[in-house]
């Protein structure tokens, strides 16, 4: 290799180096040591090693550690693996656009995530913070322009597994996945833990669907879109625009009168609060069978960075995911589709797996360490 261009630029010849692009150089010193020069050596060794380990989360590796036990037995609670981001493109700092990957997410695929039903600013609120810094490893701080303090915050990443894609029709049968009408059966650890079938009207958990999965330049008119459609494209737009002001109000009237609104903004608070799509429907049932089905009806608004939006065409195609431990998983049956925009990475292998209600001698899983993850 040639080396003038690295005597040229001594920075980029530590970097080489620590590649293992260019030999080590192990000569002799000229001159007495001092301290001040074997300071300043050490410092630019750390420097060097520091901006490669940064490069290194930025663009090619996602660390994540199993919370739940949503993807037993697939994955278990305290699992540690490394995703790579590169499959699907790493991200550009500073912004939520990503470089070009190496492909699209498939059919399962073990998946991280960015979780649609977190937002992208403390409480939910872009206008009450200002953004400081991005510590890329403990999350974002922010500046909370109302209780004038400091605030950490850092969204969360799910894990599950990509079952359906771009114009997949998928269908959950009495605990059955159907994709474009073919069964696909549990992954090869999977399990279904409850023997119970709720019913649809229930919990969607083991029968929902069929639904086609949206892709990149599809239409959808808001006013034509069921609840749970509505929510779904709702949440599709939120992921794709994370950073435009987003707001709606669902409008029940009964008898041409408002009975209630609806209200929320930015992120949709999935299963952590009353905007569950599935609740929402219950309760409209509740106000139909009150009053009567045909004096109740139901109106969406939407308004994307301060004007109206009757109808939305999607930028990004969309996917699937459900978790292995498909009786024990928050997944998008409940929650609706991940945008592409919002995949972060493809789990690659475990590193570390410890075992939380062992003792301490005997809570490494070392038979873990070092698995591939399919």
Not at 168 to 177: A, E, S, V
Not at 187 to 210: C, E, H, K, M, Y
Not at 289 to 307: A, L, M, Y
Not at 321 to 330: A, E, H, Q, V, Y
Request: aromatic content about 14%.
């Amino acid at each position: 290799m040639n080396t003038a261009f690295f005597e040229k630029h001594p920075f980029l010849k530590r970097v080489a180096r620590f590649l293992g692009l260019l030999p080590l150089e192990y000569a002799q010193k000229s001159g007495p040591v001092t301290v001040t020069g074997e300071v300043s050596r050490v410092s630019k060794d750390i420097t060097v090693a520091l901006v490669m380990a940064l490069i290194v989360i930025q663009f090619v590796i996602q660390a994540f550690k199993i919370p739940s036990g949503s993807m037993e037995n697939s994955l278990l609670i305290g699992d540690f693996l490394l995703g790579l981001k590169y499959v699907y493109g790493s991200p550009i700092p500073f912004s939520y656009e990503k470089l070009p990957g190496l492909r699209e997410p498939r059919k399962n695929d073990v998946v991280i995530f960015k979780f649609p039903g977190d937002p992208n600013y403390p409480y939910n609120d872009e206008t009450r913070s200002i953004k400081l810094l991005n510590t890329f490893i403990f999350g974002v701080l922010f500046w909370d322009k109302i209780d004038r303090k400091i605030v950490l915050h850092a969204p969360k990443d799910f894990i599950k597994r990509c079952v359906a894609g771009p114009g997949d029709t998928i269908l959950y049968k009495d605990k059955h996945l159907f994709v474009n009408g073919q069964e696909a059966g549990l992954a090869p650890r999977g399990q279904t833990s409850d023997p119970r079938v709720l019913p649809p009207d229930i919990d969607p958990r083991d029968n929902f669907g069929p639904y086609v999965v949206p892709r990149k330049g599809q239409r959808f008119v808001f006013d034509s879109l069921s609840l749970h459609e509505f929510y779904w494209v709702r949440s599709l737009l939120y992921q794709e625009n994370p950073k435009v002001p987003l707001r709606t109000g669902v409008r029940i009237y009964v008898d041409d009168t408002v009975y209630t609104v609806f209200n929320q903004k930015g992120a949709l608070y999935v299963k952590y609060s009353d905007w569950d799509w599935h609740a929402l429907l219950q309760q409209i049932s509740h106000f139909q069978q009150t009053v009567g089905s045909s004096n109740v009806k139901i109106r969406w608004e939407v308004t994307f960075n301060g004007q109206p939006l009757r109808e939305y065409t999607l930028k990004q195609n969309a996917f699937f995911m459900m978790g292995d431990n498909r009786d024990n998983s928050l997944d998008s049956r409940y929650w609706g589709f991940v945008s592409r925009k919002f995949v972060k990475a493809e789990a690659f292998i475990i590193y570390f797996s410890w075992d939380g209600l062992e003792p301490v001698w005997n809570a490494i899983r070392f038979n873990r360490i070092g698995k591939l993850i399919f």
